[in-house]
């Protein structure tokens, strides 16, 4: 039972452009909701965060938007930059020390 | 500061040996955390300690042994592995941010098993 899912395995977008990664989840106790970036044999970076009494929070090029009754939530990276290709990874929490990730979205961002 | 430091950073070991992996963080940081992850997949987690306390076990198998000597360390020793237990050994420790725990990974350690 994948309770949180990355629907889309990879994504390809042009420098400068708009990236947009999207979320799903199942499960409606879950509270707290990360992104993660991970470089290969690299550990997961933290990224952004937001929790479920927001519906937008910003860092920078990063903003990530809850939709909680759609159960669904995206990363905008503005503007997308070559050094932003890597695996990202949505992970949600329900108030306790477990995180369940997502399978994660590989984002190519070309010249 | 949310640095989580990992040694060693590759460990290549038959499946009759005896070794160690080490995670440390000197954030005071309540909770630490080992993740297994396996190529193209996310990170599963193995264990949490929480104030040095064992407090999630994801049935991983007793080949895998944690320990936390104290509230900065964590190890974890490995004895009979397997090759299918070759994968990428992630720590973590947990900060509250804006209210909220916040898990900040360690580069890994790139463990091979023959």
């Known amino acids: 039972d994948q309770q949180v899912k990355q629907n889309s395995p990879s994504l390809s977008v042009q420098e400068g452009r708009i990236s947009i990664l999207n979320c799903d989840y199942t499960?409606?106790?879950?509270?707290?909701f990360l992104w993660y970036k991970k470089y290969p044999a690299e550990g997961p970076t933290f990224l952004i965060s937001?929790?479920?009494?927001?519906d937008k929070n910003e860092d920078g090029r990063f903003t990530v938007f809850l939709n909680k009754s759609a159960k669904h939530l995206s990363l905008h990276i503005v503007p997308s930059q070559p050094g932003d290709s890597a695996v990202y990874f949505c992970a949600a929490s329900a108030g306790s020390d477990k995180l369940i990730f997502g399978t994660g979205t590989r984002l190519q961002v070309f010249p | 500061d949310t640095e989580v430091t990992q040694t060693p950073k590759h460990l290549v070991m038959g499946m009759t040996n005896k070794k160690s992996l080490k995670c440390e963080q000197h954030m005071g940081h309540r909770a630490m955390y080992w993740y297994k992850q396996k190529a193209k997949k996310p990170p599963e987690l193995m264990f949490v300690?929480?104030?040095?306390?064992?407090?999630i076990n994801e049935s991983v198998p007793s080949r895998f042994s944690p320990e936390c000597p104290n509230s900065s360390l964590l190890n974890l020793h490995l004895h009979a592995l397997q090759p299918e237990d070759s994968a990428l050994y992630l720590c973590?420790?947990?900060?509250?941010?804006?209210?909220?725990?916040?898990?900040?990974f360690g580069p890994g350690t790139r463990l091979l098993v023959l």
């Open positions: 937001i929790s479920s009494i927001k």
């Open positions: 973590a420790s947990s900060q509250v941010r804006e209210g909220w725990e916040t898990q900040y």
């Open positions: 300690y929480s104030y040095e306390k064992l407090s």
């Open positions: 499960n409606s106790m879950f509270d707290y």
